[in-house]
């Protein structure tokens, strides 16, 4: 079983930043995926980044350039720094751990962003 807990969500104005953290703990196959999800009401959950153990990135187009995931290996938390927000990346944000090791992904409860105009 895994475990992922999300924090650092929250309200910010159109142009604020702000910087996600997801911790996750239980049975950690060092070679994992993490990512970064978010779904907006009324929409689909939709991939926002996802950095791989050795370090390997992929983001969404729509946050290219203003988003940056990092991860701490040795911690087993992934980070979502955010900026230059925009209120159209108002949804709730989800992490997610990725294994050939698991049966199945996990995720987190999940975290608010709101960004105001």
């Known amino acids: 079983q895994v475990q992922l807990v999300e924090s650092g969500g929250g309200l910010v104005q159109a142009g604020g930043s702000l910087r996600l953290s997801c911790a996750a703990s239980g049975r950690i196959f060092s070679a994992n995926t993490m990512g970064w999800y978010r779904q907006a009401p009324g929409k689909q959950r939709e991939l926002v980044a996802a950095i791989t153990n050795g370090g390997s990135t992929n983001y969404a187009d729509s946050v290219k350039g203003r988003f940056t995931i990092s991860r701490d290996n040795a911690k087993n938390t992934v980070y979502l720094e955010m900026n230059s927000l925009k209120p159209e990346d108002t949804a709730v944000y989800y992490c997610?751990?990725?294994?050939?090791?698991?049966?199945?992904?996990?995720w987190g409860q999940g975290t608010q962003v709101t960004v105001s105009s």
């Open positions: 997610k751990i990725s294994s050939s090791g698991y049966l199945r992904d996990y």
